[in-house]
């Protein structure tokens, strides 16, 4: 996992991901040089969005607008995973233990 405390302390849960901070997910969950858009990519990314707005909705429990988006990131990273045991299943179950989701 990414440093929760950095992420959370340092960029609101509102404000996209910094350029940095984005860059050091892909680097880390790429499965080679230049792959941005890979489903390890996009399940890394799309998992430290949730968690920072997971951390806002304990804070703010009635923003029911945030909690709708939150809704839609975690199916489509469920989809996404989904998608990835179907392709290879080895792969799904790799990069569920990286980011740390339930198998």
């Not at 405390?5 to 997910?25: A, G, H, R, V």
């Not at 949730?50 to 429990?61: A, C, N, S, V, Y």
């Not at 990131?73 to 790799?94: C, H, W």
Request: net charge positive; no cysteine.
């Amino acid at each position: 996992m990414l440093s929760k405390i950095i992420i959370n302390d340092i960029i609101p849960f509102y404000m996209p991901l910094s350029t940095n901070l984005k860059q050091e997910i892909i680097n880390k969950y790429a499965t080679v040089k230049g792959d941005t858009g890979s489903p390890e990519v996009q399940i890394a990314l799309l998992t430290t969005r949730i968690e920072r707005l997971t951390d806002h909705l304990k804070e703010h429990g009635h923003d029911v607008h945030s909690r709708r988006g939150l809704l839609s990131m975690i199916a489509k990273r469920r989809r996404l995973v989904n998608f990835l045991g179907k392709v290879d299943g080895q792969r799904a179950t790799e990069i569920t233990k990286k980011v740390g989701l339930k198998a």
